[in-house]
Every structure is written in structure tokens, then in C-alpha cells.
């Protein structure tokens, strides 16, 4: 009897042990974040009858310092996308290709009131850049006129609220809604 009251004290002490390391907040001061997923929804006008990869993304935070009731954390972004149109008539066929790459430093806001261990609700302010590729393939009159992208390199931004729900204290779901390079991504989180 004695040895069965040693073993179950020993399971209860072991299980309350986990339940503590497990039950922390999931973002804080000195939380690094690693997000890679996937987007949809341009944002981006290309024109009629386009045909657009998903998103592919990747972004990055570490958590910084207070500020108010939350954490700030810092890092950055980058996406990428594969845009073509296909056109054939009878002055002849051609293929439009773009690309979009954008890389932004970011800025993310936690606040204490919607973190928790097993979720993390935020805010994403983004400023980076916004680099298009173009390139028109084929025969024919507008082949030989060059095309034209009509899109301009420049300053890109973005403003999001996303959310993760952890799995296991360093594995989490994501998912953002907003603005910068497509309207929704999804994917998954690494906590380190």
C-alpha cells in the first residue's frame, strides 16, 4: 500500500509539473516566431482572365519589450506569387508573366488580453518593398510591341490581425487577414 501511495503521489507530482511547463503564455518578451504558409486573394490587379499561383510566405518575429497591455514584437516578411495570361487569336498567340516579391520589416502587437497558452490573437503593421517581374513570350502584334506590365516597383505595406493556435507549446496553426500581398494566408507556426 505504502509502495502504490509513493508511485500515484510521484504520477500527480509528474503530471503537475507538465501542466505548468505546457501552461505558459504562448508570446511574450523573448518569443521568437517563425510563420511559413500560404496565401490567396489578390490583392494585386493583373486584369481579366489571369491565372495566379497561391502566396507563398514566410515571416519572422521576436518579441521585443511591454508596450501597454501587450508585447511588441519586431521582424519581417517576404512573399512571393506567380501571375500568367495566356492569349491566342488571329494576329497570334502570346503569354504574359509576372511576378510579385514583397519583403517588408514588420511590426506585430499582442495583446494581454487574447494570449494565452493554447492561443495568440495580434496585429501586423508592415512597410517594405514591392518588386514586379514581367515578361511577354510569343508571336505576333502585341508579342512584337513589347506588352507592357503596367505595374510599378515600389513602396508595398500591409495591415493584418491574425491568430495561432498551438498544437504543442513550440507547434501552432496560423492564420492572417488583411492587406499586403493577398487578403488570407494560412500555415503553420514554430515557437523557439
Known sequence: MKKNLIKFSFLIATFFCTQQTF??????????????????GNTI?????????????????HG??????GTLGIGGIISYQAT???ISDV?????????????????TWHPDILVADKYDVYGALDLGYTNYGYSVS?????????????????????LVVGGRYYLSKHIALFGELGYDICALKIG????F
Open 23 to 40: 501552461a505558459q503564455v504562448s508570446y511574450g518578451v523573448g518569443a521568437n516566431v517563425l510563420n511559413l504558409g500560404i496565401g490567396f
Open 45 to 61: 490587379t493583373y486584369g481579366v482572365g489571369v491565372s495566379s499561383s497561391p502566396v507563398i510566405s514566410g515571416s519572422f518575429e
Open 64 to 69: 521585443v519589450s511591454k508596450l501597454g497591455p
Open 84 to 86: 500568367s495570361y495566356n
Open 91 to 107: 494576329v497570334g498567340t502570346w503569354k504574359e508573366k509576372w511576378t510579385t516579391t514583397y519583403i517588408a520589416l514588420r511590426g
Open 138 to 158: 510569343g508571336t505576333g502584334g502585341y508579342y512584337e510591341r513589347g506588352g507592357s506590365s503596367g505595374l510599378n516597383n515600389g513602396l508595398g505595406f500591409g
Open 188 to 191: 503553420a507556426s514554430v515557437k
